[in-house]
């Protein structure tokens, strides 16, 4: 196999028709993953986390993959205002309703955007956010990402229908890349759904998000990890939220032996409201791990974060939530709370929270519970006609639906509810 080199990168980015400015970014970050050491044991961030399965020296860019069109779609997600796919670097918008068109919302694959939108997109594509220099993933998937998704929604555009973006499973590493532009005054639903088919699974995938919510605007971002068990990936998700702006995400981790997730969302003007959602339902032997960033820059700004995870079989999760407030950030409002459920003895939780204070007028908590089912739970469910399994199950969405209830588009909500629902039963999730 021919060694991936600046040289290489440079070059299929311009087989690919990529400008000057994207192929020269590319090199550069692959010069920077290079010369960036491998998370180490060592690494507080790391230190719970084997990342010694990844061959780091054998990272190469993808191929085109197949024809998304040609694919089967099983995610439902009825009255969707635009539904993007992508297989490998191959991207397709299926549907775009007159809402959308009206609004003059913008979804196309990124490489496509940044050629047709090309300030905009190099205005912010790896630069305020999600640089190389952040770490070797992110150096990593800004040299090799392909396809990828671009939503812009322009100043004062409401959308009530979601924004579907569905990243098909290859036989071949994944480096899927998504940038959201929202601008001033607009509001919008985005549903991103990573997941495996009977055809294909990733080995390995490393995905980027990038969320500019600008000043006044209101942006729901979710993403599932839906890859099959074999599957071991890595997700970094950065935002910031300028002055009166809300966002909301929320993370759903159900699939793959592996994930990592590196969540951060920065506010940047008074006024800024974040909420940060987080759910997984593991079992077996799965591992997943999720790095939270509450970053208050500003003053008068609020955040406020609920991460949940179940556990079954000889699952392990771990949990680790930074909230940061800069010396200048007086009259932050931040809190942060992460809950587990054990549904046996075999699992184990970690979890790790952290306050990061350096203002004084401030008001900053957090919390953490981690537990097993109470058998007394169990004993008067089952007084009441249910068997043990109904029980579990409904004992189960009694955790999970606080999560749910803060999902601000109920499409949305219902679609990761019953993929949540399908887990637990032991059927195939879309």
Known sequence: ????????????????????????????????????????????????TDTSWVDWAGAAPA??????????????????????????????VLYTSAEAQDAGV?????????????????????????????????AMNAALWTGGAFVRIPAGAELTAPIVIVVDAADEPLYPRTLIAAGAGSSADVLEWWRSSQEATPGFANGCVELFVEAGSKLSYSHVQAWDCEAGSFLSQYASVARDAELATTNVTLGGRFHKGAIAATLTGP?????????????????????????????????????????????????????????HAQRSNAYQQNRNLMLQRGPRADSIPRLEIM???????????????????????GSRGLDRDHA????????FEPVLDRIPNATVRTAIRTAVRAKLHGTAVA
């Open 106 to 138: 913008t979804v196309v694959s990124l490489a496509a955007a940044a050629d047709t939108d090309g300030a905009t997109v190099a205005d912010r594509l790896g630069t305020e956010l999600a640089s190389p220099s952040t770490g070797k993933l992110q």
């Open 1 to 48: 196999m021919t060694a991936t080199t600046p040289d290489l990168i440079a070059d299929l980015s311009a087989a690919r028709g990529e400008p000057a400015w994207l192929r020269e970014r590319r090199s550069a970050a692959w010069q920077v993953y290079q010369t960036t050491p491998a998370p180490a044991w060592n690494d507080e961030e790391w230190r719970r």
């Open 271 to 327: 006024g800024a409201n974040v909420r940060l959602n987080g759910l997984a339902y593991l079992d077996g032997t799965q591992f997943a791990d999720h790095h939270t960033l509450q970053d208050h820059r500003t003053t008068d700004a609020a955040s406020d974060l609920l991460y949940v995870n179940v556990l079954d079989g000889t699952a392990r999760s771990v949990y680790a939530g930074t909230i940061m407030v800069q010396p």
């Open 63 to 92: 191929t085109n993959g197949a024809d998304p069109a040609k694919l089967a779609l099983p995610v439902e997600v009825p009255g969707a205002s635009v539904l993007l796919r992508q297989r490998g670097s191959m991207v397709e």
């Open 392 to 399: 579990r199950s409904l004992i189960v969405d009694g955790i």
């Open 359 to 381: 203002a004084d007028d401030v008001r900053c908590t957090h919390g953490s519970t981690t537990s097993t089912i109470d058998p007394l739970h169990l004993y008067y469910l």
